[in-house]
């Protein structure tokens, strides 16, 4: 497979922004909902037990979202920095902006199978870019 035509530490950088606006993905699901059943400006927050089920999804991967974006953040400033620069470390960044983005669809699908595998597949190319992180750091 072609590597992108990105300078792979750029790449690392790209990615890291697209994975902090996924965080937010899932959230256009949640808004629509909201707006659906009436949004409660005094008690936005208290609204999720009138959400559909859809809706609770979506702000569960969100959630996790939240959770996600620092490791691979993490991993792909890290290898930023050591100057990791192989076509490996680049398509662990972009497999986890894919994994990140399918996980939300299947989360909100409620496909749980799918959705863990899609969150295993991102915490596997994080791992990966620390992994490659302290190779290069120990050369």
Known sequence: ?????????????????????????PFLAVAFARMSVG????????????????????TWAH????EAFPIFAAAALMAYVTGVNSPTSAWAALSFIAARLLYS??????????????????????CTLFVLSIIQASN
């Not at 497979?1 to 993905?25: E, G, H, N, R, S």
């Not at 959630?63 to 939240?66: A, D, E, K, V, Y």
């Open 1 to 25: 497979m072609p590597v992108p035509q990105l300078p792979v530490p750029v790449l690392f950088l790209y990615c890291i922004a697209v994975a902090f606006l996924l965080i937010y993905f």
């Open 39 to 58: 949004y409660d400006y005094y008690a936005p927050r208290a609204m999720f037990e009138k959400l559909p089920p859809y809706a609770q999804r979506a």
């Open 63 to 66: 959630q996790n979202s939240f």
């Open 105 to 126: 669809v299947f989360y909100i699908s409620n496909i749980p199978l799918l959705r863990s595998l899609m969150y295993a597949i991102g915490l596997v190319c994080s």
